[in-house]
């Protein structure tokens, strides 16, 4: 660091930790993924940050209810915003720019542990993740929310056609950025609102969540295009529209951001939180536990070709999420402390793909899954 100083003088203006802190994450991802595989953020498309990892050195004072301010090294006392009372000490501070806002956020060290037992001992519930309903349980209940309403979709499109029609590098092109941000911001602060929310309700009120280990960035890949052999340089329709649609809708949920948002919130409540092959669940009457795609009528129905039984589809798959997350928990592993959290299973290929309870027995003509039911 003291001789990229040398050769860049500006570096000794920036606050000597943060640029330290940079190499420390690039090693980390260089040993992690290897040099070559590093994936680099662009600096258009990845808001700016940089943090202060000593907590000694930071200091917080409160103005009033709404106002606070933090000195910070180098740069002095910056007045800002308080949301919410630390509750802690201060480890460390990250400063970040969304847009035209900037931000800060402290780690905090609040001194409260996990409890050894959630509040409800036996409570379990299987979640559905849906692009129609948001979130499905397995006792019945829809956690859904629209994050962003008709006209403010037409308003972002917008947007965006006026600011492709900008010239790069022109002020003009900045501020058609900058009205896009803002809608943008909005959309997802909602988006991270309902996670939150939802995050709470899970976590307080059972002691076991299930969700499915969903892969949401192999499942929002674009469609590869298919070459005409008859005519060079042409292509066959490949429903790639279609797809562009799906997976503009399973981003606008943000399945994975609600898994997370559990997993932190659960170390406060004692939830465990599990993930299970998604394979069948869809399919699966968790009935009789037959397993027969015909049996899924419609996005909403599941009406079973073997037993009659009738269900919402989401609830009957969260239901079968339910069963297979028990079963998967409550197989002894060696060397593993009763109760303790299975880790999650790796959904890639079919190749590498763990066999769920579901999956174990499921074939591809109707007959019965094997989901054992406790």
């Known amino acids: ?34 040099t070559w595989k590093v994936r680099w953020k662009s600096k258009a498309a990845n808001p700016p940050s940089f943090r202060f990892p000593e907590g000694g050195k930071i200091t917080v004072e409160r103005l009033n209810r709404r106002w606070a301010r933090v000195r910070l090294p180098k740069l002095g006392w910056v007045r800002f915003r308080i949301t919410r009372p630390l509750g802690g000490k201060v480890k460390n501070a990250t400063v970040s720019r969304d847009g035209e806002h900037w931000y800060i956020g402290f780690l905090v060290e609040d001194g409260v542990t996990p409890p050894e037992r959630h509040a409800g001992p036996g409570s379990a519930v299987g979640i559905d993740r849906g692009v129609v309903k948001v979130v499905t349980r397995s006792d019945g209940r829809f956690h859904h929310r629209v994050f962003a309403r008709d006209r403010e979709v037409e308003h972002v499109k917008k947007l965006q056609r006026d600011f492709a029609r900008t010239t790069k590098g022109s002020v003009r092109r900045k501020k058609a950025a900058a009205r896009v941000a803002d809608m943008v911001r909005t959309v997802r602060g909602r988006r991270e609102d309902f996670a939150a929310k939802t995050a709470h ?23 590869e295009p298919r070459p005409d052999p008859e005519q060079p340089g042409a292509f066959l329709p490949n429903g790639a529209a279609a797809k562009a649609g799906l997976n503009r809708s399973i981003l606008d949920k943000g399945w994975y951001r609600i898994e997370v948002a559990t997993r932190g919130r659960a170390r406060y409540t004692g939830t465990h939180v599990i993930t299970v092959n998604p394979a069948y669940t869809s399919q699966t009457c968790n009935v ?29 798959a969260a239901k079968n999420v339910l069963t297979a997350g028990r079963a998967e928990f409550a197989q002894p592993r060696p060397g593993v402390r009763a109760g303790a959290r299975r880790p999650r299973n790796r959904v890639g290929r079919k190749a590498s793909r763990q066999a769920t309870a579901a999956q174990t027995t499921a074939t591809a003509a109707s007959g019965p899954a094997g989901i054992p039911r406790l």
């Open 1 to 34: 660091m003291a001789e990229a100083k040398d050769d860049f003088p500006w570096l000794a203006e920036v606050p000597g930790h943060c640029p330290q802190q940079a190499l420390i994450d690039l090693d980390q991802a260089c040993a992690k993924h290897g």
């Open 201 to 223: 309700t899970l976590a307080t009120g059972f002691e076991m969540v299930m969700f499915e280990a969903l892969k949401t960035k192999n499942m929002t890949a674009g469609v």
């Open 288 to 316: 009789c536990k037959v397993v027969d795609r015909r049996s899924r009528e419609s996005q909403a129905v599941f009406r079973c070709t073997s037993c009659k039984h009738t269900e919402h589809a989401d609830v009957n």
